[in-house]
C-alpha cells in the first residue's frame, strides 16, 4: 500500500539515493542482459520466457508479457530478469541499445518469439 504520509524531504532523499545506487544498477543490469540475450536466442521454453519478456521491455505494448511466465525459469535467470527491469526504471538508453548489434537481435527476438508482429 503506498503511504500518502510521505513527505517532500522524504521522496527527494530517496530519489537521491536511487541516483546514487544507479551506476550500480545499470552495470548489473546490462552485465545481465548479456547473460539473457544469447539463452533468448536459443530454442528451449525458458528461451521462450527470456525472449518475450526483452520483447516487453523493449515495447510492452507491442509485445505484452504475462508476468507469471516468470515463474517458469531457473533463480539465477528470474534474477537477471529484475536486474533488467531496475535497469530499465530510468532508462537513459532503450535496453536493446545497451547490446552490440541490438536492433538485428531484437529483430530475431521479434522474428523467433512474436512471429505475430512481423505480418503486421
Known amino acids: 500500500m503506498h503511504n500518502n504520509n510521505r513527505t517532500l524531504a522524504t521522496v527527494m532523499a530517496e530519489a537521491q539515493a536511487h541516483q546514487q545506487r544507479l551506476p550500480a544498477i545499470v552495470t548489473a543490469g546490462t552485465q545481465a542482459l548479456h547473460r539473457l540475450v544469447p539463452l533468448a536466442l536459443r530454442d528451449t521454453g525458458q528461451s521462450r520466457v527470456l525472449g518475450r519478456f526483452l520483447l516487453g521491455v523493449y515495447n510492452g505494448e507491442d509485445f505484452p508479457f ?42 530475431q527476438l521479434i522474428e523467433r518469439w512474436a512471429p505475430e508482429v512481423v505480418g503486421e
Open 66 to 107: 504475462e508476468l507469471s511466465a516468470l515463474r517458469g525459469l531457473d533463480l539465477p535467470l528470474f534474477e537477471d530478469c529484475l536486474k533488467v527491469l531496475m535497469m530499465d526504471y530510468t532508462p537513459d538508453l532503450e535496453v536493446h541499445e545497451r547490446i552490440q548489434g541490438g536492433n538485428q537481435i531484437w529483430q
